[in-house]
């Protein structure tokens, strides 16, 4: 059985505008698209309001970093962790050099000792 973890930011009105982040944690396993399968339990859930005036991308790398956190504090050292975007997900994977102002680093936010995989979700590619 996996930690899973999915992540979310958003902007409301307009971007950059009044932001917020979240991120929910079960206990179970995935498919290989991030879907939950059958008998996967929520473990716990999170939002923080981020306020005005922040970039969507600055939310989506603010929910990731929430998530670290947690599993820092918790001592959950193992991770699977869902988000839907690519700029973070790039990041992480190293494809992309960060260069969106106001951003920090999700490598400077993980601690050295969590075996974090941040993956994209697969539905956002249907969504176009």
Not at 25 to 54: I, V, W
Not at 58 to 87: K, P
Request: net charge negative; hydrophobic share 40%; aromatic share 10%.
């Amino acid at each position: 059985m996996s930690r899973i973890a999915y992540t979310d930011g958003a902007c409301k009105v307009s971007n950059p505008g009044i932001c917020s982040c979240a991120f929910v944690t079960y206990d179970g396993e995935t498919t290989e698209d991030g879907n939950l399968l059958e008998g996967a339990k929520e473990t716990f859930s999170h939002g923080r309001f981020l306020g005005f005036p922040h970039s969507n991308n600055f939310a989506e790398y603010q929910a990731v970093i929430m998530v670290l956190e947690w599993a820092r504090d918790c001592g959950h050292r193992d991770l699977e962790i869902w988000c839907d975007s690519q700029l973070v997900v790039r990041q992480v994977d190293q494809a992309r050099v960060l260069e969106t102002a106001g951003c920090e680093s999700i490598f400077a936010a993980a601690p050295d000792w969590i075996d974090a995989e941040v993956a994209q979700r697969a539905q956002r590619d249907a969504r176009k």
